[in-house]
């Protein structure tokens, strides 16, 4: 009777210590898995950072080109003027044609170089918000894979638990 009793109590002992290993284990992957959620967290607000320093970048850009547009408008001013005053001069002589011409052909050039910067700025606004569009569809990937962790911290059966962090883990690497 002794000895059934004995043993009674070291199985009971073994239930015992699985059970505690087993809420040990459960603990660590909980640990495991908050981990990961604020590095997560890290990654999100390092990108939220990088989206606002695009955004300033191309703010920055716009404003030089539209300086540098301004400065190549007013050049043209000066130039159709010269042009005028050519003009009324070219009533006295004639010499001043040539002078006229060579203004006029500054001029179509003038003008050509400022489409091409109209080109070149539409440009780089289009690369810029292709760049924002792609970091945004990161972001909410990030988002959703914060949620599948929130949900999987809420669970709390052993299986299921183990399954969606391998699940996980493979999608990290």
């Keep these: 009777m002794t000895r059934q009793y004995t043993l009674l109590l ?14 040990l284990l459960l603990l660590l992957l909980q640990l495991l898995l908050l981990l990961l959620l604020l590095l997560l967290l890290l990654l999100l607000l390092l990108l939220l950072l ?7 970048l191309l703010l920055l850009l716009l404003l030089l080109l539209l300086l540098l547009l301004l400065l ?14 050519l003009l009324l001069l070219l009533l006295l002589r004639l010499l001043l044609l040539l002078l006229l011409l060579l203004l ?29 569009l792609l970091l945004l569809l990161l972001l909410l990937l990030l988002l959703l894979l914060l949620l599948l962790l929130l949900l999987l911290l809420l669970l709390r059966e052993q299986l299921l638990l183990l399954l969606l962090l391998l699940l996980i883990l493979l999608l990290l690497i």
């Excluded at 990088?50 to 300033?56: F, Q």
């Excluded at 190549?72 to 005053?85: M, Q, S, T």
């Excluded at 052909?105 to 489409?115: T, V």
């Design 72 to 85: 190549l408008l007013l050049l043209l001013l000066l130039l159709l003027l010269l042009l005028l005053l």
């Design 104 to 132: 006029l052909l500054l001029l179509l050039l003038l003008l050509l170089l400022l489409l091409l910067l109209l080109l070149l700025l539409l440009l780089l606004l289009l690369l810029l918000l292709l760049l924002l």
């Design 50 to 56: 990088l989206l606002l320093l695009l955004l300033l």
């Design 10 to 23: 070291l199985l009971l002992l073994q239930q015992q210590q699985q059970q505690q290993q087993l809420l």
